[in-house]
């Protein structure tokens, strides 16, 4: 029991500080568009060569170990879709709506993704939803509601671009979604190191042919501003907090790990905050407080270990 209720605090610790760095995301690419002219396949091109070889490396090296686990064909087309729709389709999705919607925006639309997750795992996969993770998610979504509701500008609505980008963020939720999921069925069985490697790599690969077909060489003719965000976007947004987050899967469930990760927009306030001049507010401060005692309600919920495998 010592040793589940150790492997679910540490599982917490290391989802929170994955959703942390991929919050880092946001302020990367709002920099990127702010300093340069910069299409979102680009961007996204650009993080994935940048994060390309580390997740093939990393992908040699799991399947090199004496326990290492084959795919079967099943799991190796499993492997494909869910980690483009993860890191090729979802992130497309939302570096494509950035460009429309405000920040506050997009944090609001795009964190409704837990609310998916589990209404994924309950009718597809048939996995019970225990009342303290509807309760967290109450609280966090109330939280969110409160932080952000002073900085959501209705007025953007008037932008001709605005519902697009909306949509566009909010079909992002949904495919996250799906990967959080997916990866959760797949990980425990062959291991959240290999899983994210070989995910992410079958992710950068459509990435890059998508850019190929659609621009060609021009990946190579960028501002230096762009490389320097793109390969820290790469690193500490993408490489750090994917392998983090595939840890907390394997260890707390993916239906825990969505819930955790609705921490993000906090910290993405502060982060906004010290890079780009935006005002906290007291309303954001309240919000923050509920949403941390969202998260705190998951840990009343340690079962869950068992239940995901």
């Known amino acids: 029991m010592k040793k589940q209720n150790y492997q679910f605090v540490e599982g917490v610790l290391i989802a929170l500080g994955g959703a942390i760095l991929f919050s880092t995301k946001a302020i990367f690419v709002k920099l990127a568009y702010r300093d340069a002219v910069v299409s979102a396949l680009t961007l996204l091109a650009l993080r994935m060569v940048f994060s ?60 409704s ?30 939280g969110l509601a409160v932080a952000f509701f002073g900085e959501v500008d209705f007025s953007a609505a008037q932008n001709p671009n605005f519902f697009f980008g909306s ?28 899983f994210n490697s070989y995910a992410m790599s079958f992710a950068a690969a459509g990435v890059l042919i998508h850019f190929v077909v659609a621009h060609g060489g021009s990946l190579f003719q960028q501002p230096f501003i762009i490389y320097a965000y793109s390969f820290l976007m790469a ?45 906290i507010t007291f309303w954001q401060l309240l919000g923050t407080a509920m949403i941390l005692v969202g998260v705190l309600l998951i840990g009343k919920q340690k079962n869950s270990i068992t239940e995901e495998g």
């Open 52 to 111: 390309l070889p580390f997740f093939v490396g990393a992908a040699f090296v799991s399947s090199t170990k004496s326990d290492n686990v084959k795919f079967s064909k099943k799991e190796w087309i499993g492997i494909a879709v869910i980690g483009c729709l993860g890191y090729y389709v979802s992130s497309l999705l939302d570096f494509v709506g950035l460009k429309y919607v405000s920040a506050g925006i997009e944090r609001l639309i795009l964190f």
């Open 113 to 142: 993704y837990p609310t998916f997750a589990l209404l994924m795992s309950a009718v597809i996969f048939k996995q019970a939803v225990k009342p303290v993770q509807w309760l967290a998610l109450a609280v966090t979504y109330v």
């Open 167 to 194: 949509v566009m963020i909010f079909i992002c939720a949904i495919t996250y979604a799906g990967y959080m999921v997916g990866s959760g069925q797949i990980i425990p069985k062959v291991g959240a190191t290999k």
């Open 235 to 279: 690193i500490f947004a993408t490489v750090l907090p994917s392998y983090m987050v595939a840890a907390s899967i394997n260890k707390i469930g993916s239906n825990n790990v969505a819930i955790i990760g609705s921490v993000g927009p906090v910290s993405t306030i502060i982060l906004a905050n010290v890079f780009l001049d935006e005002a």
